[in-house]
Structure formats: C-alpha cells, structure tokens
C-alpha cells in the first residue's frame, strides 16, 4: 500500500469512540470534518446533558443527509462511579443521599476517607444508581441508535498526574466490587434497550468478561460439534437452524429471558460490545470471541493508546490475529475537527498495512464493522 495513496474519505470514515463534548467549543467544527460519524461518549454527570445536547443540535442542523453526523452514547464512566451510590444494596439511602453521604464515600472508596471528612466535604452528593438508569433509559428512548457508553472497568493502581477535569488526582481510588455494581446495571439496561456498548477496560479485560459471562450465563449459543453439523447439511448445503439458535442453551433447552414492566422480553445483557481502545493481548480475545458467547464483541483502536511506545508492537499482533469484521477504529480525542481527522487517517492505515489490506478495501470494511456494530 503507497504510503500516499489518497484517502478515500468518500467510502465513509466513522470514529468508534471520541470525547468532544470535553472541549464544546470544537463541537462547531465537527459539520466540517471529512469523517462521517463520531460516536461520542458521556462519562460523568454533566456529559449526560452535553452529548445530548450535541446530538439534537448536529441532527437538526443535518436533516437532509442520511447519516447522523453524531451518534450519542450515554453512561456512567469507572472514574466517576464513586458518585453513584448503589440503591439496589441500600434501598432506603435514596430517599435522601445526603444523608448517606459520609457513609457511602467511606464505603467505595480505598484507602477508606474515613479519617479525612474535609476530602468527603468536596465530593458531590451520590447520585442514586437507579436515578442513573432511569434517566439513562429515557435519554436512549430519545435516541434509537444511541449506545451505551462510556462503562467499564479500571483496575490501574498508578497515579496519573492531572486529569481531565484539570485538578489533581486524590490517593484514592474506587473499589472493583462497586465499579462492577455500576457496570452490571448500565450493562443490564443496554439488554433491555437492546443498544450497543462501548467499554472502558484497563487492566481489567478479566474482570469485564467476568461480569459479561455472569450476565450470559443460560443464554449461551449453541456450539455444535464439526461432526453434528455436517450431520445437519440438507442435500444444498444448508445448515439447521438449531446450529445458531439464539433461544437455546448448550444443552438444547430453551433459555430464560427477562421481562419489563409491559411483559415484553428482552436479554440482561447487550447485543454488542466494543472493547474500546483495546490494550489487552492476544489470549482474552479468545474468551470474548467464543462462538457460545450471545453478544457480539468488536475491538476498536486509537493512535493515540494503542500506536504509541511500547504497545505499538503488542497492538499488531492483536489486529493480526482478530476476525477482520470485529476491528473498529477510534480516536478518543478530546477535541473535534482537523486533528480527529488526522488520528482516524492514521489508524485506518496502520490497521490496513498491518493486514495488508489494500486502502479502499480495508476503509469499507471498518466502515461496515462500525454499522453493524451501532446498528445491529
């Protein structure tokens, strides 16, 4: 592939997972960039409202092309998830936070603050978790092709100087138990709304396929052994239905599913998920991609985590070894316009080179990948 053969921006560029709502004033510029669609995240309480707000006013200013130029995604990131106070384990706490204040920053946080009230007296009153997902569910009914996003996971013990709200990051950090708490919910919700997810994940592919596998469990695929398939060929070549039916267990019988209010059923866990500027290795991915696994997972890339020092080279033999329709691109900037542009150019050949993929072919199939994985 010549390293300067156009760009075919015209095939469709789409950025899997961006933050621009962080610098609003680029939001402005994002009807002028050369990428079709960003997938922008929430991550925290007042993003909620900011991605929003984008959505609505890039789609009315957009109304005669038929792709959005924004795709929103609402969630609760793992940083933040110590503002969430978990009212399925405290029922009684939400009626009145406030009051449960002390006791709850003490209780998810380690080292616990207990001794430190002046750092609690900073920290924001909880946000009731069942607030989060109603609010979360109306925002996606908002939204058909709205995802759920930015969750996950964040088991990283080093101290990160500065952060992205521009304050100084405390010692403390927030517990794996209550992170999952607040993870299982959002991931429960995006069953119910059928919505796909976009998941944060350092250090922690374990624990997110944990979690994953716990809201799986009875609604596993069947996985047919290569003798009962051939087993299940008609005379044209035709597979049986059994061998990718959804609704059965491995064993045959039919699986469970969850029901809302209204009696309609839905699966307790998403039908897609992206493992959003993935840093893990090769061996996870065999977990996450299993053939009895119910939801469909996808791998997204960034130059700026994944093509940079020491990861570059663990990075290409994870896109090497992926099924090439499970790969998304990404930039995970923080501000739109020319320089997102430059980052999904970037990725997008890198990705290509890397499977020596020629230019146009390798641009349509990660544009492809990224309309199956929002669209379904």
Not at 297 to 321: P, R
């Amino acid at each position: 592939m010549p390293e300067n053969e156009p760009f075919p921006w015209d095939i469709g560029v789409y950025d899997a997972h961006c933050h621009p709502t962080d610098t609003l004033a680029s939001v402005a510029d994002i009807p002028q960039m050369k990428a079709k669609t960003l997938t922008i995240m929430a991550t925290r309480g007042e993003d909620q409202d900011l991605v929003q707000q984008t959505a609505v006013s890039l789609s009315a200013k957009t109304s005669q092309s038929t792709t959005d130029r924004v795709v929103p995604c609402f969630g609760w990131h793992p940083w933040f998830s110590h503002q969430i106070l978990d009212d399925t384990a405290q029922p009684t706490a939400a009626r009145n936070p406030t009051e449960h204040k002390s006791a709850h920053y003490t209780a998810v946080l380690t080292p616990s603050p207990a001794d430190n009230q002046q750092f609690i007296d900073l920290l924001p009153v909880p946000k009731p978790l069942s607030e989060l997902i109603s609010e979360t569910r109306t925002r996606l009914q908002k939204f058909p092709n709205a995802l759920v996003g930015e969750i996950g996971l964040d088991r990283d013990d080093q101290l990160t100087p500065g952060s992205r709200e521009g304050r100084r990051l405390s010692n403390y950090r927030v517990k794996p138990e209550h992170q999952r708490a607040v993870l299982k919910a959002q991931l429960q919700l995006a069953g119910e709304m059928n919505r796909a997810v976009s998941l944060h994940s350092v250090q922690a592919h374990g624990g997110i396929f944990e979690v994953l596998k716990e809201l799986w469990a009875g609604h596993e695929r069947v996985v047919l052994s290569r003798r009962k398939r051939d087993k299940q060929r008609d005379a044209e070549g035709a597979v049986s239905e059994d061998e990718d039916d959804d609704d059965r267990t491995p064993d045959g019988s039919q699986s469970t599913k969850s029901s809302d209010l209204s009696g309609k059923s839905y699966r307790p866990f998403p039908p897609r998920v992206c493992m959003h500027s993935y840093t893990g290795s090769v061996e996870p991915i065999r977990q996450f991609l299993h053939r009895s696994n119910p939801s469909d997972v996808y791998f997204s890339f960034s130059t700026l985590i994944n093509f940079s020092g020491s990861a570059e080279k663990k990075v290409g033999e994870v896109i090497k070894a992926l099924p090439e329709d499970r790969i998304l691109i990404e930039s995970d900037l923080h501000v739109a316009g020319a320089q997102m542009d430059e980052l999904l150019e970037d990725v997008a050949r890198q990705i290509c080179q890397l499977r020596g993929l020629e230019l146009r072919h390798g641009v349509q199939v990660l544009a492809d990948n990224w309309r199956r994985f929002v669209l379904g």
